[in-house]
């Protein structure tokens, strides 16, 4: 019997799948790979060195140093104005997608196939394409050029929500409501206390795309924001990349790379933190009745 198991999975495997798989772990990697190494360079060695190996002096704390302290320490100014756009931004996201989500999925009311289909489409516009009506709409209300300008468009996330809707119709049972229901829980109580740690696998999911989609916006910024104090990390780095660029600014190249290195973490350590909500929530839907 196991001697035939070993045969099935021996038969399973793809050299061609697992040849791509491999080939695009490389294509993820590389780029991550040259951002660290050369985060440990100086400025002179960025260009006197092979990009994929260290050499020199290893230069990396000074360079988190150089980063952070570089024009008044304008990188923690951009670092903490991500964090607010995160935290309002995305986090307001998550918790309407999930309550709008919940309500979609086990309640029923008048209009629910119009909202359905408006999601759906709502989901297949790229948000490039709203950014000048949004724009051309908050320089109407006074708002651009405010944190309010990137805030109030990331609470809207047309994908968290039919993706909390389509998690919650599959998560949580009817009959456990019920259940509830009969035991004298009111409809707060019964969400809060019963659906929103059924939820919690699907929650963290939308909290992670929301969250990255937040942190790497460049375009809305881009089009909202004309001052510097108000700017994100995104918009930040690349203003120093153009400062690279130029004559003379050839100086904080290194800084462009540190910084940029700094960026991601965050996220990778988001990534690493909640990976187990992920594990459980596949764990709960592998298992049948």
Not at 88 to 101: I, K
Not at 105 to 129: L, Q, S, Y
Not at 181 to 210: H, K, N, S, W, Y
Not at 245 to 258: C, S
Request: proline share 6%; net charge positive; with cysteine.
């Amino acid at each position: 019997m196991a001697a035939t198991t070993a045969r099935k999975a021996h038969r399973r495997r793809s050299p061609l799948l697992t040849a791509l798989t491999a080939a695009m772990l490389v294509y993820s990697l590389v780029p991550l790979l040259w951002l660290v190494v050369n985060a440990t360079k100086t400025q002179a060695s960025l260009f006197d060195s092979f990009g994929l190996w260290f050499s020199g002096d290893f230069s990396l704390g000074a360079n988190i140093a150089d980063t952070l302290t570089y024009d008044d320490g304008v990188f923690v100014r951009w670092l903490r104005n991500t964090l607010l756009y995160v935290l309002l931004g995305a986090g307001g996201a998550t918790v309407l997608a999930t309550l709008g989500g919940y309500a979609l999925a086990k309640f029923d009311f008048p209009g629910r196939r119009g909202v359905f289909a408006v999601v759906i489409g709502a989901v297949a516009v790229p948000g490039t394409a709203l950014a000048v009506p949004t724009f051309l709409m908050f320089a109407k209300l006074g708002l651009t050029d405010t944190p309010w300008a990137v805030i109030i468009p990331s609470l809207v996330s047309p994908f968290g929500l039919y993706l909390m809707w389509t998690f919650a119709a599959q998560a949580v049972p009817g009959e456990l409501m019920e259940a509830a229901r009969v035991d004298g829980a009111g409809e707060l109580r019964t969400f809060l206390r019963i659906c929103v740690p059924l939820l919690a696998p699907g929650i963290v999911t939308v909290a992670l795309f929301t969250m990255v989609a937040t942190w790497n916006n460049y375009f809305l910024p881009l089009i909202m924001l004309k001052d510097p104090d108000w700017y994100p990390l995104t918009l930040g780095l690349n203003a120093w990349n153009d400062q690279a660029a130029t004559a003379g600014g050839q100086p904080v190249f290194h800084l462009v790379i540190t910084g940029s290195l700094l960026t991601i973490l965050p996220l990778l350590a988001a990534f690493l933190l909640l990976q187990r909500y992920w594990q459980s929530g596949l764990a709960a839907g592998g298992v049948k009745d």
